[in-house]
């Protein structure tokens, strides 16, 4: 039912910064818990950030101070600002929505931190 699509993707330096963003169908998006998931290959999918509806947000210790999750209700587009790159922030990125007790997920985007 609610659609969420990643972009912003690519290959980035060390110490570089890249944004992605998410765009989210529906008519609800201003309610729904937004959340930025990352995963590499082998691993657990980890929690990045969070940003309420009423735009609280929160960090993983491991990018706090580095990455900044916002929000742009009227676009329904969520965002991650991510600075100071490392190759361990190398993964695959997911969208997250939760809405009306639902879970919903996008394809992900491939970020790839190397020199």
């Known amino acids: 039912q609610v659609q969420l699509v990643e972009s912003g993707g690519g290959l980035v330096q060390p110490g570089g910064s890249l944004q992605l963003s998410c765009a989210a169908s529906?008519?609800?998006?201003?309610?729904?818990?937004m959340r930025w998931y990352r995963q590499i290959p082998g691993k657990e999918r980890e929690l990045v950030a969070s940003i309420t509806s009423r735009y609280i947000t929160t960090y993983s210790d491991s990018v706090k101070g580095r990455f900044t999750i916002s929000r742009d209700n009227p676009k329904s587009t969520v965002y991650l600002q991510m600075n100071s790159l490392k190759p361990e922030d190398t993964a695959v990125y997911y969208c997250?929505?939760?809405?009306?007790?639902?879970?919903?997920w996008g394809q992900g985007t491939q970020v790839t931190v190397s020199s």
């Open positions: 997250n929505a939760w809405l009306m007790s639902m879970d919903y």
């Open positions: 529906g008519r609800n998006f201003r309610i729904a818990l």
